[in-house]
């Protein structure tokens, strides 16, 4: 059966073999799920992907699943719902996708059966613990450099806590397809900044878009959550922040709640030019 990947030796196309659940090429490239429950498509032995430690990874975790997040998970579903609304046979690609929580909140609030969902990281470890908690997607570790899809392949690109860099998300989006990106807003965290950053002030929100990128809508994503010392590092960490503290302002934050944290988002629907 044919599929949407391309053979990552070669670039030819790959097909399915679904009694072994294994995808080959024309060229005899063969890529099988591994024991972890994805598929690899890095080739060069030289490749060094990211990597959260242990510790990281299921402080990530129990911070997301706290509920915390329940708004904006609520926001994101419905956006994504929007954008597959009425479509058949619709390719969705998590960029970035970690451990895969927005990808099981997309999936368990979806309104369209059809779509076929995939997750992509440089992460063995994430995407571990994604296969681990039965994220029920295709997840390939692969370079974000070189993607496994054939060009204009795919129908909505999602982008939440990740950045769109370089043009390989753009290469594989169709023309009338659809990119979700979720960005934080200038009041994102502000009270856990402000104990970061001498004499903060607020600044205009500054989007960086590509050029081949062109903007359908902005949706501002608000709300305020009560938060533990604990779950303010793990934010610090998640929104690269941590390398900005010393020890003593780390085991300050760990000691005291912050009532009332603002999270502050702008959800992004774009389109390729």
């Given at each position: 059966m044919n599929s949407i990947l391309i053979c990552p030796t070669c670039a030819a196309k790959l097909n399915f073999h679904e009694s072994s659940s294994g995808y080959?090429?024309?060229?005899k490239h063969h890529i099988d799920k591994n024991s972890q429950g994805y598929w690899s498509f890095v080739t060069s032995t030289k490749f060094k992907g990211s990597s959260d430690t242990r510790q990281q990874l299921r402080s990530k975790r129990f911070l997301m699943t706290s509920g915390i997040f329940s708004p904006l998970v609520e926001q994101l579903s419905a956006a994504f719902?929007?954008?597959v609304?009425?479509?058949t046979h619709v390719n969705h690609l998590n960029y970035q996708c970690a451990d895969g929580f927005y990808l099981r909140a997309l999936i368990q609030g979806a309104d369209n059966s059809s779509v076929n969902h995939w997750g992509v990281s440089e992460a063995e470890n994430a995407l571990f613990a994604a296969s681990k908690d039965s994220t029920p997607a295709n997840l390939l570790l692969s370079p974000f450099k070189k993607l496994p899809f054939a060009n204009e392949s795919l129908d909505v690109i999602t982008l939440f806590d990740a950045q769109l860099k370089g043009k390989e998300c753009l290469r594989t989006l169709k023309k009338d397809g659809v990119?979700?990106?979720l960005v934080p807003a200038p009041r994102h965290l502000w009270?856990?900044?402000q104990k970061v950053y001498e004499n903060l002030s607020e600044k205009p929100q500054q989007l960086n878009l590509p050029k081949d990128v062109e903007l359908v809508s902005s949706m501002p994503i608000?709300?305020?959550a009560d938060v533990t010392g604990e779950q303010a590092i793990t934010l610090l960490d998640m929104n690269n922040l941590s390398w900005r503290i010393n020890d003593e302002l780390k085991h300050d934050i760990k000691q005291k709640a912050i009532e009332a944290l603002e999270f502050d988002y702008l959800l992004l629907t774009a389109?390729?030019?």
């Open positions: 080959y090429c024309d060229n719902n929007l954008a609304k009425d479509k990119l979700l990106l009270q856990l900044k608000t709300f305020a389109k390729v030019k």
